[in-house]
T-cell receptor
């Protein structure tokens, strides 16, 4: 079974530009999460999808971040316009539809905003 | 909201020794506590987890203990090996949501 995949693995953009990150969850997993780790700090929750619906987006930092999961399969996270403080590693995770079940992480996208 | 504290931030041990990493949480409603291992450049990998109705769980050389009254849980690695070197994260999840709140991580180095 393929794990969670993310694309790209690295992205370097200039302040003010737009970047779109993609996550493909484990097949059949209804729950998809986005997390972010800023250098030296903890991994922080951004949002949670159940199928195509946003269940919890309490961790989204501001309206420059837009997450979508059209069709309930893969998800994208767009940052527009990017700021320096957006730099970090963005992780995606997925879990099955059982409550409180294990979350499996992708390898992350390292975003550097210069 | 939930807050998870993790100690120590770095831990260096000799091969064969034991390693213990401790975490405390603030929300008494939290009921699921996973531990992730992240090797350099790789994804966080779930290595063991425990639910609030259990006090201890073991899987070969790793074990996790949970004290609900004190709101703390610990990861124990016995007979450490160089391949155990990684950053370890603890996390907590509340009963009413699926959000994981993480500790800041512990860099474990096992010296041969």
């Amino acid at each position: 079974e393929a794990g969670v995949t993310q694309f790209p693995s690295h992205s370097v953009i200039e302040k003010g530009q737009t970047v779109t990150l993609r996550c493909d969850p484990i097949s059949g997993h209804d729950n998809l999460y986005w997390y972010r780790r800023v250098m030296g700090k903890e991994i922080k929750f951004l949002l949670h999808f159940v199928k195509e619906s946003k269940q919890d987006e309490s961790g989204m930092p501001n309206n420059r971040f837009l997450a979508e999961r059209t069709g309930g399969t893969y998800s994208t996270l767009k940052v527009q316009p990017a700021e320096l403080e957006d730099s970090g590693v963005y992780f995606c995770a997925s879990s099955s539809n059982r409550g409180g079940s294990e979350q499996y992480f992708g390898p992350g996208t390292r975003l550097t905003v210069t | 909201g939930e807050n998870v504290e993790q100690h120590p931030s770095t831990l260096s041990v000799q091969e064969g020794d034991s390693a213990v990493i401790k975490c405390t949480y603030s929300d008494s409603a939290s009921n699921y506590f996973p531990w992730y291992k992240q090797e350099l450049g790789k994804r966080p990998q779930l290595i063991i987890d425990i639910r609030s109705n259990v006090g201890e769980k073991k899987d070969q050389r790793i074990a996790v203990t949970l004290n609900k009254t004190a709101k703390h849980f610990s990861l124990h690695i016995t007979e450490t090996q160089p391949e155990d070197s990684a950053v370890y994260f603890c996390a907590a999840m509340g009963s009413s949501n699926y959000k994981l709140t993480f500790g800041k991580g512990t860099l474990l180095t096992v010296n041969p």
